[in-house]
């Protein structure tokens, strides 16, 4: 055996790579055509190893058969140079602008191990640490940084604070005020004032709450002033399923009646009134908007935005109904906005005041979807089918629901405690509704 045989068969004696077995996996999906499971496969491969070229090539390849030409050139660009900072970079900034924070994540890292001295990679790091509830990730990549911008600062802080870290918090609120008071007028100028001011208001209302559990009661309210009438309470050994979020659920008439009945209960312990319920115009809306204007004994109305709105309770199905609502984010008088179900893995333009329940995934009980008991004896089951009658049948059933709710829900005192610090309703806080965004140190995991 020459010399260069014998170092061809150490070579081969090498370990693959971890990625490898994803990959198989991966190409077994693409050879049976199904590319969307292919691209799913190579997600968990490049987190096993990023550097591992062939998992480029397939996704290329994948990316090639479903028309996704953008996408494509982004992983062609590693194949042809994969010492490139700025090509992992740019494949990061792909996956965070749509919200795939995982695999951005992973696209980051690598670009940061190749060149450690770009600043804006640190940032966008630390959001998709943060978003995927990796809040002490995010501090720690933020603080290997030696940026002086606004913005890394203002992350920074916004981070530490939701690590409980608020020591020094307010000299450097104040710092921020005061270096963005000698700017120059402009757009972006207004969005970082405002900013600061949400981080100046969390920060008050981080100091109303003695013991902070890690539970999404006390971490909405800290985050936006908010309100949740409905949590997962099943306690074990202190952890909460998803901090007392729920997964996936599927609502029935009798959930939406006693949420009518909470809501009533709160609202009347606040001394709030109002001229009528406004609905957004989808159906799902218009149906719990009825149903809740019953509960308060108001006149309904579609929502109209050339209208004021004033002394209105605003209703939506959905958090994301308000998204093309920017005039709610600045709160008129008396004015509160609702939302029935709050996405807590999805942004939001406006974080309503009060939400009724948050869930990776929820189905109303006339949309169809869900599962019952259809024989008891055998424990058969059936998926329930769409409830196609008109809305103000469905809205009348569920007035005709019995009250299943009789005492006044414990949480609601935690709210009527720091009513004053509460969007939509207190006098602690100013007239911006912020927007929704994913991070939280409360833990949570995608499902599915």
């Not at 028309?67 to 194949?79: R, T």
């Not at 003695?210 to 539970?215: A, C, D, G, K, V």
């Given at each position: 055996m020459g010399i260069f045989d014998f170092f061809k068969g150490k070579e081969n004696k090498q370990p693959d790579s971890p990625a490898k077995e994803h990959l198989d996996k991966a190409r077994e999906h693409f050879n049976s055509g199904a590319y969307q499971e292919t691209l799913r496969t190579l997600i968990s491969g490049f987190k096993a190893d990023v550097t591992y070229l062939p998992l480029y090539r397939l996704a290329s390849e994948t990316l090639g058969k479903l028309?996704?030409?953008?996408?494509?050139?982004?992983?062609?660009?590693?194949?042809a140079n994969n010492h490139s900072s700025e090509a992992y970079n740019n494949l990061g900034s792909f996956y965070h602008e749509i919200g795939h924070y995982d695999m951005a994540q992973t696209f980051y890292e690598k670009a940061i191990q190749l060149d450690p001295l770009n600043n804006a990679i640190y940032h966008d790091l630390a959001i998709c640490y943060a978003r995927r509830f990796q809040i002490k990730k995010a501090i720690d990549i933020l603080s290997k940084s030696d940026s002086n911008d606004f913005w890394d600062m203002y992350y920074l802080n916004k981070c530490k604070l939701l690590n409980g870290e608020t020591k020094g918090m307010q000299p450097t609120i104040d710092m921020l005020r005061n270096f963005l008071q000698n700017q120059e007028p402009d757009e972006n100028l207004t969005i970082a004032k405002l900013k600061v001011e949400e981080l100046h208001e969390t920060l008050q209302r981080f100091n109303t709450v003695?013991?902070?559990?890690?539970?999404i009661r006390e971490w909405h309210y800290i985050q936006y002033g908010g309100v949740i009438l409905d949590f997962f309470e099943m306690e074990e050994e202190k952890n909460y399923v998803a901090g007392g979020?729920?997964?996936a659920s599927w609502g029935s008439n009798q959930a939406i009646k006693n949420l009518a009945v909470n809501l009533k209960q709160y609202l009347?312990?606040?001394?709030?009134?109002?001229?009528?319920?406004?609905?957004?115009?989808?159906?799902d809306s218009e149906i719990v908007g009825r149903v809740i204007a019953h509960e308060l004994n108001l006149d309904f109305d579609l929502y109209d935005r050339n209208q004021p709105n004033t002394n209105c309770f605003i209703v939506s199905a959905e958090s994301t109904g308000y998204n093309y609502s920017q005039e709610l984010s600045t709160i008129q008088n008396g004015q509160v906005v609702f939302a029935v179900n709050h996405c807590w893995l999805q942004s939001s333009n406006i974080c309503p005041d009060i939400i009724g329940f948050m869930t990776q995934t929820y189905s109303f009980p006339w949309s169809g979807g869900g599962f019952r008991i259809s024989d008891d004896d055998n424990k058969k089951v059936e998926k329930i089918p769409e409830d196609t009658r008109p809305a103000l049948e469905i809205v009348q059933e569920i007035i005709n629901i019995k009250n299943e709710t009789e005492e006044i829900n414990n949480n609601i005192k935690f709210y009527l405690d720091r009513k004053d610090y509460l969007k939509g309703t207190g006098n602690k806080t100013n007239n911006n509704r912020y927007n929704f965004s994913t991070e939280s140190p409360v833990l949570g995991s995608y499902f599915g």
């Open positions: 028309g996704g030409a953008e996408e494509k050139s982004l992983f062609d660009a590693v194949i003695p013991e902070i559990r890690t539970h979020r729920y997964v009347n312990n606040l001394n709030q009134s109002f001229i009528k319920v406004v609905a957004m115009p989808d159906r």
